[in-house]
C-alpha cells in the first residue's frame, strides 16, 4: 500500500516547515514521502491536476532554499533507496535516487572501491548530487559527480520515463546533472566508482602564510595529488590575508599500505567518537558557545598556528576521515545559533584568482563580517549546462546570521556577487541563498540560460517543478514567466 | 516582543466575542478576515468598515474547505499574521438526554474546527517565526461536569491542544493564547439561569486581545477573578464534585 497522502493533496497532504541545511530561510510545505518509484509518477499526475507546484528534496544538504517550495508540495525522496545492482568486477554501482553517499560506500569499500566524487559529508542522496552535480576536494582532477554517472532514469512532469546517457539524450543527460530538479525527477542512477588499493589515503598538510603561499601549495601539487583542499582563516588581514592550510591527498599504490587488508573494513572507515573527550553528538552545544565573533577568531587563530606543527608532515587517513569533514561533528548546523547561516562559495577564474579572492576577503574585513569558515579549492570546467565550474578557484564561506546582521550581510554579499562577476566569476546553487536573477544571468550567460529554459518549456510546460531558489534566482529569467507565475500556489494574485 | 495584529483571521466572526474581536482589531486598523457560517451576519458586520472587515463565509464543520480557504484570505490580505478561533457551540442538553448529534455537532466546531485552523497558521507561522494564535476555550473545561459532558470535553481539549501548541511553536517565536472565559453575555448564554460575573463580549473581547498583544504565550481566565474559581473547582475531590449541581 501505497503511503502518499490520499488526493487531492491540497486537502490531505501534510504541512511541514522544511528548512535549508542552513537554517537560514524555511517554509512551510506539503509534504510527500513515496516509497516508490510508481508512487513519484502519481504524485506528479495528482499536483499537476491540482494545480499544485512540486520541488524534489533529497537529505536536504542544500544549504539555501534549493529544496523548499513554499505552499506548494515537497516530494522527499530519501525513501527511495534501494541499491539496484553492484558489480564489483566493473566497479558500476545502479540504485535509486534517494540512496546516500553513506549508503553508497557502505557498500562497495570492501570490493575496494570508493564514489570517485564526494561532497565534504556523506548524507546527500545521489538524486541531490546529480541535481546540484556536486563537487569534491578533487575537482581539478576527475571533475564533478555528473562526469562519473553513466545513465540515469527521469520521470517527466508529464509521466514520461526517459533514460539518458551519453548515448542517448545526451543534451538533455547534460542539462538534467545540474539542473536543480527542474526537468523532472531522477528515480534512478547508474554510476562508476573508482577501484581503490588501500582505505586510506597519504594525506599531506601544508600551513600557507596569506593566500599566495596557500595558491603556491596548490599549485605545486597539481599535477599529482588526488584530492587538494585548502582551508582559510578568513579573520586574517593584511600580509596574512588568506592564510590557512592546504590538505593533499593520493590515492595508494599496491604495496603502500602495511594494512592493507583491514584498511577496506567498514569500521575502520569510521569517524572519532569523540573530539578532545566532548562527545561528538553533543558537541555542537559547545561550538554554540562560540557564537561571538572574538571566539571564532580565537578559534580560526589557533587552528592556524597548531597547523604549523603538522606542516610538511604526512600520515595516513581513511576516505571516510579524509573525505567527511563536515560530518565530524553531527548538527554542527545547530551551532551557529537560532537564526542559523548562510554559505557562500565563488567561482573565480585562474588568471586573476589570486586578486579577487583578496578583494573578496577585503569585503568582508571592510563590512566587520568575516566568514568563521573558509575553504579554499581549485577546478576545471566540465560539459553540463549549467555548471558551476570553471577552470579557477573557488572560496566557500560561512557567515552566521542574526536577526540584527540580516541587512548588512545581504548586503555584504551583493557587494561580493558584484566583484566575482566583474572578473568573470560564478556561484553554486546549493550553497546560495542570495543570489538575484541578474546575478545569475551574468554568470551563467544567456545562450546557456536560454538552452535549459527551452528544456524547461519542452519537459514542464506548466512550470510545475519549481523550489524557492528556482523563484528567487532563475524563474523571472525564463522566457514566459507568466506560466510558471499563473502555477505557483500561493504566490500569484487570483 | 509585542504581537503584530496586523491582517488577522477571526473565525465565528458573525457574534459574540468573535464579532467584538474583529470589531475591535479593524477599529486599531488591522485587516480582518471574518470567517462565518452565516453570510448575512457576516455582512453587516463587513458593512461596519468596508475593506477593512472582509467576510468570507464558511462552515467550520467543513474542514476540507480550510487548506484553501487560508490562502485565498492570505494572498487576499497580503499575509496573515493573526488567527483567531472564536467559533462555538454549546447545544442545550436536557437532564438526561443523551445526543449523539449534538456531541458530535460540539466536537466538529468546537474542536475539529480549531484544529484545521490552527495547522495551516501554525505551520506558516512556525517558518515566519512570528505570528499569534489564540483560541477562546473555557472555563467548562477545567473539570467534567454534569451539564453538558461533551461541551466540558471539547473546551478541555481545545485547553490541552493550544498548551500543546504553546509548547511546540513558542520556541519558534509564535505567540499561543488560551482564553478561557468565564460567563460572557452573549447569544450562547442568553436564557442561562445562575450566571454570575457576567461580562460583556466587548469588555471580554477587549481583554483577550489586549493579552495576545503582549505577545507573551499565554492562558487567562476572563476576567482573571476565574482562576480561583477554577483552582477550588480542579481541587474539590471526585466525590464531592458529582454532588454539586454547578
Known amino acids: 500500500m501505497s503511503d502518499l497522502a490520499q488526493p487531492p493533496y491540497r486537502i490531505h497532504a501534510p504541512l511541514k516547515v522544511i528548512d535549508g541545511f542552513g537554517r537560514s530561510v524555511r517554509a512551510a510545505c506539503r509534504y510527500l514521502e513515496p516509497r516508490g518509484v510508481q508512487d513519484v509518477a502519481l504524485a506528479l499526475k495528482q499536483a499537476q491536476s491540482e494545480g499544485l507546484t512540486v520541488a524534489f528534496r533529497g537529505a536536504g544538504r542544500s544549504y539555501g532554499d534549493a529544496s ?61 548530487c546529480v541535481a546540484m552535480n556536486i563537487h569534491g576536494k578533487n575537482n581539478f582532477r576527475v571533475g564533478p559527480f555528473g562526469d562519473h554517472v553513466l545513465e540515469l532514469d527521469l520521470v517527466t512532469p508529464g509521466g514520461e520515463l526517459l533514460t539518458l546517457s551519453r548515448a542517448q539524450n545526451s543534451e538533455l543527460f547534460h542539462a538534467v546533472i545540474g539542473g536543480l530538479g527542474m526537468l523532472g525527477a531522477v528515480t534512478r542512477v547508474k554510476l562508476k566508482l573508482k577501484k581503490v588499493e588501500s582505505g586510506n589515503l597519504r594525506v599531506e598538510s601544508i600551513s600557507g602564510r596569506n593566500l599566495d603561499e596557500m595558491f603556491d601549495a596548490f599549485e605545486q601539487r597539481l599535477s599529482h595529488a588526488d584530492y587538494l583542499v585548502g582551508w582559510v582563516d578568513c579573520f586574517a588581514r593584511g600580509r596574512g590575508i588568506g592564510r590557512g592550510q592546504v590538505h593533499s591527498a593520493h590515492y595508494l599504490h599496491q604495496g603502500e599500505d602495511p594494512n592493507v587488508e583491514t584498511s577496506f573494513h567498514v569500521e575502520r572507515q569510521g569517524l572519532p567518537g569523540s573530539i578532545m573527550g566532548v562527545p561528538k553528538s553533543e558537541l555542537w552545544r559547545a561550538m554554540r558557545l562560540f557564537s561571538p565573533q572574538p571566539l571564532w577568531r580565537l578559534v580560526n587563530k589557533l587552528k592556524y598556528h597548531s597547523s604549523w606543527r603538522e606542516h610538511g608532515k604526512s600520515y595516513l587517513q581513511s576516505h571516510v576521515a579524509f573525505a567527511f569533514l563536515l560530518d565530524y561533528v553531527p548538527n554542527w548546523r545547530l551551532a551557529y ?20 579572492l583578496k578583494d573578496v576577503l577585503s569585503l568582508c574585513h571592510q563590512a566587520k563580517m568575516p566568514s568563521y569558515l573558509g575553504v579554499l579549492k581549485r577546478h576545471r570546467p566540465d560539459p553540463f549546462l549549467l555548471t558551476h565550474a570553471l577552470d579557477g578557484w573557488s572560496l566557500a564561506m560561512d557567515f552566521p546570521v542574526t536577526a540584527k546582521n540580516r541587512n548588512k550581510l545581504w548586503a555584504l554579499t551583493e557587494r561580493m556577487t558584484d566583484r566575482v562577476l566583474d572578473a568573470g566569476g560564478k556561484f553554486y546553487f546549493a550553497k546560495d541563498s542570495v543570489l538575484r536573477p541578474g546575478d545569475v544571468e551574468r554568470a551563467y550567460g544567456r545562450e546557456r540560460l536560454d538552452r535549459f529554459m527551452a528544456f524547461k518549456q519542452q519537459l514542464d510546460p506548466t512550470g510545475m517543478l519549481t523550489s524557492d531558489l528556482w523563484e528567487r534566482a532563475l524563474a523571472p529569467l525564463a522566457p514566459r514567466p507568466q506560466g510558471f507565475a499563473a502555477l505557483s500556489a500561493g504566490r500569484a494574485a487570483e | ?55 468570507y463565509v464558511h462552515d467550520v464543520t467543513n474542514v476540507d474547505e480550510v ?45 475539529l474546527g480549531a484544529m484545521a485552523w490552527m495547522n495551516q497558521a501554525a505551520a506558516r507561522f512556525e517558518a515566519a517565526r512570528a505570528g499569534t494564535i489564540l483560541g477562546i476555550s473555557s472555563i467548562a473545561g477545567e473539570r467534567g461536569r454534569r451539564g453538558n459532558p461533551a461541551y466540558c470535553t471539547t473546551k478541555a481539549a481545545l ?52 493579552l495576545a498583544r503582549k505577545g507573551k504565550s499565554a492562558a487567562a481566565f476572563v476576567p482573571s477573578r476565574w482562576a480561583l474559581v477554577a483552582f477550588i473547582v480542579r481541587s474539590l475531590p471526585s466525590f464531592i464534585f458529582r454532588k454539586l449541581n454547578f
Open chain 2, 67 to 111: 487548506p484553501e480557504l487560508f490562502e485565498r484570505i492570505e494572498r487576499e490580505l497580503g499575509g496573515i499574521d493573526g488567527l483567531i478561533y472564536a467559533a462555538g457551540v454549546m447545544p442545550k442538553i436536557e437532564e438526561s438526554e443523551y445526543a449523539f448529534e449534538k456531541d458530535r455537532a460540539m466536537v466538529s466546531v468546537n474542536l
Open chain 1, 337 to 356: 545559533g537560532p537564526e542559523g547561516f548562510i554559505q557562500y562559495q565563488v567561482f573565480v577564474p585562474h588568471a586573476t584568482a589570486r586578486q579577487t
Open chain 2, 159 to 210: 485547553t490541552t491542544y493550544l498548551e500543546s501548541l504553546r509548547n511546540r511553536c513558542a520556541r519558534y517565536g509564535v505567540n499561543v493564547v488560551t482564553i478561557k472565559p468565564g460567563f460572557v453575555d452573549t447569544a450562547m448564554t442568553r436564557g442561562m439561569k445562575g450566571l454570575f460575573w457576567l461580562i460583556s463580549a466587548e469588555k471580554a473581547a477587549k481583554r483577550s486581545l489586549a
Open chain 1, 68 to 128: 523548499i517550495n513554499r505552499g506548494g508540495v515537497v516530494i522527499d525522496a530519501t525513501k527511495l533507496n534501494r541499491l539496484l545492482d553492484w558489480n564489483p568486477s566493473t566497479g558500476v554501482l545502479e540504485a535509486e535516487a534517494g540512496l546516500t553517499i553513506e549508503g553508497l560506500w557502505r557498500r562497495t569499500i570492501e570490493d575496494g572501491y570508493w564514489p570517485t566524487v564526494v561532497p565534504g559529508t556523506m548524507r546527500p542522496t545521489l538524486g541531490g
Open chain 2, 1 to 55: 516582543m509585542k504581537a503584530k495584529l496586523s491582517k488577522v483571521v477571526v473565525v465565528g466572526a458573525s457574534s459574540g466575542m468573535g464579532e467584538a474581536m474583529a470589531r475591535q482589531l479593524a477599529a486599531a486598523g488591522a485587516d480582518v478576515a471574518i470567517v462565518a457560517r452565516r453570510g448575512s451576519e457576516l455582512e453587516r458586520l463587513a458593512a461596519e468598515r468596508p475593506g477593512k472587515l472582509r467576510p
